[in-house]
């Protein structure tokens, strides 16, 4: 058996999570404990986040021509891969969250929803709250005034009964 013959079933496999993913992010996970990559990873599947380590030419080879393609520059090294597949800015966020207490884990660069971000591009989507918490917020801000009309609208009116 040839060797390009063992190494695509590897390239498909990264091909099917860069087609579902919403983004992908590249990790140096150089000096991380076992333990601290054993958190990391329950941490990220948790959230359905794909985390994998790949030899740099197969991602290459599975970047190309895809819109995480500007990744290719940043392929040295140790490299890993975060690619968020219902979430957008889950495998930034969690990362960034495990990086206070593992400093060792550095950011890379990343591509989220189309857009490349150099490292401290992918640091500040990092700080973006979920999708589910920005739709909570945003609902309890139109809520609130809501609540206060309706607040008001009910002591006029107990207001108007006890003077009748």
Excluded: W
């Excluded at 993913?21 to 140096?28: E, I, P, R, T, Y």
């Excluded at 958190?39 to 359905?48: D, I, M, N, P």
């Excluded at 599975?62 to 490299?79: D, I, N, Q, S, V």
């Excluded at 979920?130 to 009309?149: D, F, M, T, W, Y």
Aim: proline fraction near 4%; charged fraction near 30%.
């Amino acid at each position: 058996m040839a060797k390009v013959e063992l190494k695509q079933p590897i390239i498909d496999e990264i091909k099917g999570y860069v087609k579902d993913a919403k983004s992908a992010v590249l990790v140096d996970y150089r000096g991380l404990t076992v333990a601290e990559d054993t958190e990391l990873r329950k941490k990220l599947r948790e959230a359905g986040v794909v985390y994998k380590v790949y030899k740099n030419t197969f991602l290459n080879f599975a970047f190309e021509g895809t819109e995480y393609e500007a990744l290719g520059k940043h392929l040295e090294g140790p490299t890993a891969v975060a690619f968020g597949l219902e979430d957008a800015t889950a495998p930034a966020r969690i990362i960034n969250e495990c990086i206070k207490t593992m400093p060792k884990l550095e950011f890379k660069a990343g591509v989220v929803e189309g857009t490349y971000y150099d490292e401290n591009g992918i640091k500040v989507i990092a700080t973006i709250p979920s999708r589910e918490v920005l739709i909570s917020k945003l609902l309890g801000s139109l809520q609130s005034p809501i609540a206060n009309l309706a607040r008001v609208l009910k002591q006029i009116a107990e207001k108007n009964e006890e003077a009748a």
